[in-house]
């Protein structure tokens, strides 16, 4: 079974930039993996931010960016603000195999 | 706007039965495909299952052969099945138009427990 990892956490200043990172143990994620990006506050559903690597939904702020970096799946976000401090999930599509969450990036903006 | 509202979460006892649902408005069940998710308290996101609009459905192992996810085009309303249910389904689950509109529902709780 594949195994999606993330930054466990990581911190940014208000108005830095920061990049998450989402990689599979099976070896480079490529578009074909659909790369999701989802955004969750405390208490509440997730948000989706991102579908398929880079494409964004209408509520998506625009300081919001996905891409492939090297051989992974990356979100940057540039120009943080105070209500980006959140838990941020990627999720990858596996052919022969069931879709996979990776285990979570606790953002801190300050 | 799509709205996804779930509901029929509750407590139950492990090896018993639940069944969720996700009412749409919106968006129509049937010609999308729908993903249930769930988050053990404290814990990531798990994938759950999919259902295309095809009709084709899929499951996470973890619960294949327990659950079975389903949809009723006259409600346009998708189904959770979940049977001989274990103290490790304990979640929040959501319901998600996922791929699609990417909108979720606000989740509900299930809690197995003696």
């Known amino acids: 079974q594949p195994v999606v990892t993330q930054e466990p956490s990581l911190t940014v200043s208000p108005g830095g930039t920061v990049t998450l990172t989402c990689g599979s143990s099976?070896?480079?994620?490529?578009?074909?993996?659909?790369p999701y990006w989802f955004q969750q506050k405390p208490g509440l559903a997730p948000r989706t931010l991102i579908y398929?690597?880079?494409n964004k939904h209408s509520w998506t702020p625009a300081r919001f960016s996905g891409s492939l970096l090297g051989d992974k799946a990356a979100l940057t976000l540039s120009g943080a603000q105070p209500e980006d401090e959140a838990e941020y999930y990627c999720?990858?599509?596996?052919?022969?195999?069931?879709?996979?969450f990776g285990g979570g990036t606790k953002l801190t903006v300050l | 706007e799509v709205q996804l509202v779930e509901s029929g979460g509750g407590l139950v006892q492990p090896g018993g039965s639940l069944r969720l649902s996700c009412a749409a408005s919106g968006l129509t069940v049937s010609s999308n495909q729908m993903t249930w998710v769930r988050q053990a308290p404290g814990k990531g996101l798990e994938w759950v299952s999919i259902i295309y609009g095809g009709g084709s459905t899929y499951y996470a192992d973890s619960v294949k052969g327990r659950f079975t996810i389903s949809r009723d085009n006259s409600k346009n309303t998708l189904y959770l099945q979940m049977n001989r249910l274990r103290v490790e389904d304990t979640a929040v689950y959501y319901c998600g138009n996922i791929p699609g509109s990417g909108n979720w529902g606000q989740g509900t709780l299930v809690t197995v427990s003696s």
């Open positions: 398929d690597t880079s």
């Open positions: 099976t070896g480079a994620v490529t578009s074909g993996h659909f």
């Open positions: 999720l990858l599509s596996y052919s022969g195999a069931r879709p996979k």
